[in-house]
Structures are given as structure tokens and as C-alpha cells.
């Protein structure tokens, strides 16, 4: 009943910017923490960025400084603002949500499709 798509991804230039945007549909009691993850080609899925549902926010080291995730509740979306990117930046996106939702209202992770980034000259 619940899924997440991401959106933003493309091409840019070493050094320019995206905002990726991550939107959760379905049947919704509540979103608790959501996060950013990236795979690049043949690496491990690493963990880019997470956010509470009050605003906290942690950040890998490796893009700490050059990106920002925020979130709007009432629509249910998470955001990932990149600057500064770097070729190393290049890899699949993907959007995590713990979402309180049917069977029986539990707590669920819910993952998006992914989104392609490339950040090449």
C-alpha cells in the first residue's frame, strides 16, 4: 500500500548541484526517520544522509558540508540538496522510510526504485 519514488536524478557537471526529492504514498499512520543511501557500480549500498521526524539529521562523512536533507510532513517527502559534486558522487540513489502502515500498523521499510546520478565532464 505504501511506496516511494524518487526524483531529480541526471547529469551535471563536476561542481554543480541537484536537489533529489523523495515522495511516500499509500496508507500512512506516520513516517518516522528517512534517510538517502547511493550505490555506485560494484560498491556496497552506503548511507548518505538520514533525518528524524523531528529534523534531526546525521551525514557520511564524505558529503558532509556539501549536502543537506530536509523533509516536509505534510506531503509526505524527504530531500536531498547536493553541492559541490564530485565525479565519486556518481551512483544510484535510493530513498528508505520506517513507515507505521498496514498489516497491523507495525513500523515497515520501505525503499524507492532509485534515482541515477552522474556527475561527469
Known amino acids: 500500500q505504501v511506496q516511494l519514488v524518487e526524483s531529480g536524478g541526471g547529469l551535471v557537471q563536476p561542481g554543480g548541484s541537484l536537489r533529489l526529492s523523495c515522495a511516500a504514498s499509500g496508507t500512512i499512520f506516520n513516517i518516522n526517520a528517512m534517510g538517502w543511501y547511493r550505490q555506485a557500480p560494484g560498491k556496497q549500498r552506503e548511507l548518505v544522509a538520514t533525518i528524524t521526524s523531528g529534523g534531526r539529521t546525521t551525514y557520511a562523512d564524505s558529503v558532509k558540508g556539501r549536502v543537506t536533507i530536509s523533509r516536509d510532513n505534510a506531503k509526505n517527502t524527504v530531500y536531498l540538496q547536493m553541492n559541490s559534486l564530485k565525479p565519486e558522487d556518481t551512483a544510484v540513489y535510493y530513498c528508505?522510510?520506517?513507515?507505521?502502515?498496514?498489516?497491523?500498523?507495525?513500523?515497515?521499510?520501505?525503499w524507492g526504485p532509485g534515482t541515477q546520478v552522474t556527475v561527469s565532464s
Open positions: 528508505k522510510a520506517a513507515i507505521a502502515s498496514p498489516p497491523g500498523w507495525g513500523v515497515y521499510d520501505y
